[in-house]
């Protein structure tokens, strides 16, 4: 895993667990282990970050649902 991704799997950690208002790029570098300054090699700013998260988020879901629905032909049920 590269440090993109690191950064990226701290910051929905930290969503998780603080909430989004309370996540700082320091806590995100700390929780990734990268320096303070390596953020900024992938990101510009928290919002940008954020929507990566986000899109990543979507695109996992989306190819969970369609795998889902091609194994037996029927959408996931609540549980």
Known sequence: MGKRQDIMDATLDLIHEEGLQSVTFSK???KADVGSGTIYNYFSNKEELVNAVYKEARMLMG???ATRLRSDG???RAV
């Open 74 to 76: 029927k959408p996931l």
């Open 28 to 30: 995100i570098f700390k």
């Open 63 to 65: 190819g969970i649902y």
